[in-house]
């Protein structure tokens, strides 16, 4: 949001200073509260590992007396812990005297994290893995706890927050020889109108590529703009057989992972015994004693075959994409069937992939977390600042819009500005079809709400 007493330059070129100016408020005005709460739970995610090795410090660095129980025993303790319950990962431990973590889904359908003690199988501590703090974090961050509907809240100001990204450096953008002040430092000591102004136009120049590049590394997450993103992908046959990552909390919450395997190798549908599990060709325990030395990125789910006979899925899922290995083993030989190392992916999931790692935080260590956390706090100090100058300036009985005045750029170039936004972002061009429309039914018949909103009067 831009301070309404700046005066608009004289108008040179295509573009409309005034136009762009007034998407920039409006922008601003919907999107401040989702940024500060996106800006704010992104930067806690950040710091995922470091969150989860701390939680679950009392689970790890075990005192043992002995040899610990093979992985078949500390499943079937796992599998007891959850009445009802199915078998669904095992998660290498990272050391041989920290709790394995076990995942087992209960007969409502919830996965639960147990951990079993390796030697004796106690059972130390079991969580739904929504639960857990950081997958809390993420939801709410995902969707705003609103189900699948607060995603698209969120995919739509992300979509709003691009556009006031890109048209606040075209504002900031110097004019008239005004110096370095104001444009690459604020002025601290000025007070009052142009400290704030300052403030806001400064920190959006400094950390802008940073936000933009959350926002658009965050849309083939998003439910609308991922879709279609892997719809275009399946028609220009791109698509991957299996997509890294999910377009949806939902589709996390069923167990994306293990669906997704199963739906890889569609001859294993069915149910797995725990007999199959524990005395057939291959075991886990088998499973586990060959995949442990091969010293994958940690964490390392071995997920269960969905049927006697069926493949073993050995996933590494670190939070650095790029280092994550993907192998099947035979159900029937333990022998490897298939590895997919990063660089044997499609050109477009390893560029996905990338942009997710260093989305959260993961791709090049606390350089990387650092970095998040100063685009997360700049939005933060973006979103307050332009609310205290809209604050500060909006006049008496008026929202405060920059008024509207006759276009003296190209209202081609406009037109097209806007067509690429809402084509790129389906969902940002719903958003204006739908203000259009409202524009035409209700507000046409209500002059003085077209004058507080600032819209022209028709």
Known sequence: MTDLSIKAPPAKGWLDYRTI????FYAGLFCVPFIVALAL???????KPQVEALIDRPYDNLVLTGPVADANAQALAALAAVPGGSLKSYILPDEANDAVRVLVRDGQGAMWRVYVH????EILHSIPEED???????????ELLMGDQGSWFVELAACWGIVMVVSGLYLWWPRGGQGLAGIVYPRLSAGGRTFWRDLHAVTGLWISFLALFLLLTGLPWASVWGG??????????TAAVKQDWTTSRKAERAGHDAQEHAEDHPMDHGSLSMDDMMVGTVTLADV????????LPAPVQINLPAKAGGSWAVRSMTANRPD???IDLDGATGTQIRREDFADRHIIDRVVGIGIAAHEGQLFGWFNQALGVIAALGLVLLSVSGAVMWWKRRPNGALGAPPPLRMRGSPA?????????????PLLGLSVIVVALIDLAILRQLPNARRWLGLRMA
């Open 288 to 295: 586990v004693a060959q995949v442990a030395p091969l010293k």
């Open 324 to 326: 994550r290995i993907s």
């Open 413 to 425: 170039v406009m037109g097209m500005i806007l067509l690429f936004f809402a084509l790129f972002l």
């Open 132 to 142: 857990r703090l950081m997958n809390q974090i993420k939801t709410f961050h995902g």
């Open 41 to 47: 739970s992104g930067s806690l995610y950040l710091f």
């Open 118 to 121: 390796p030697q004796t199988l």
């Open 21 to 24: 100016w007034r998407w920039h």
């Open 228 to 237: 279609a993103f892997k719809a275009v992908r399946e028609a220009t046959g």
